[in-house]
């Protein structure tokens, strides 16, 4: 995966939950073509939500993936249902949640919050829920009835490694 759209793991309970953090920034070259300055409007950059459902993706994907010690590839299978009701603008942090909801050899379903904490002038700020989104994940392997992938993980490549290390977490 070369696109990261989570920047820290925060909290990690084995088999449960993973919470992880993406800062949204302006130095993001995505931010200046949502939705650039036209004429008599100013610019006004967001994350575009589909990203946003990506990293409750990455980070559902990492919480299933840890649970059988990134041994299978686990791939997206379905986006159950995803409802956001806020933007992500530059200086928020995005806080996504991530519970498994369904666990077993050929997959497993997960249950997603996102949260928003906004930049506040005293520092920190409060986080507010601003979506939901259930995912389903396929262990690639266990599900193609014989068709055969590379041996080495291509889904849990060195950038998620990187992720886990800097995070505490040992893959």
């Known amino acids: 995966m070369r696109w990261m759209w989570i920047d820290r793991i925060v909290e990690l309970q ?3 939950r993973l919470v992880a953090v993406k800062h949204v920034s302006l130095a993001e070259e995505h931010l200046h073509d949502h939705f650039p300055a036209r004429q008599g409007r100013p610019a006004f950059p967001v994350m575009p939500m589909s990203l946003i459902v990506e990293g409750m993706a990455q980070s559902a994907g990492i919480l299933v993936g840890h649970a059988e010690e990134f041994r299978e590839k686990v791939i997206l299978a379905k986006v159950g249902k995803a409802e956001l ?8 942090t995005l806080r996504y949640t991530a519970t498994i909801t369904h666990l077993d050899s050929v997959g497993a379903s997960t249950k997603g919050l996102i949260e928003l904490i906004e930049p506040s002038a005293v520092g ?11 995912l389903m994940f396929s262990h690639l392997d266990n599900n193609m009835g014989g068709q055969k992938f590379p041996e080495w993980n291509f889904v849990f490549s060195e950038s998620f490694r990187t992720l886990l290390r800097s ?4 893959a």
Do not use: L, N
């Not at 009701?85 to 928020?92: I, K, L, Q």
């Not at 995070?167 to 040992?170: E, L, P, Q, V």
């Open 124 to 134: 920190g700020g409060t986080a507010q829920p601003v979506g939901t989104i259930d």
């Open 14 to 16: 084995p088999r449960e």
């Open 85 to 92: 009701s806020r933007d992500a603008t530059p200086g928020c």
């Open 167 to 170: 995070s505490g977490i040992t």
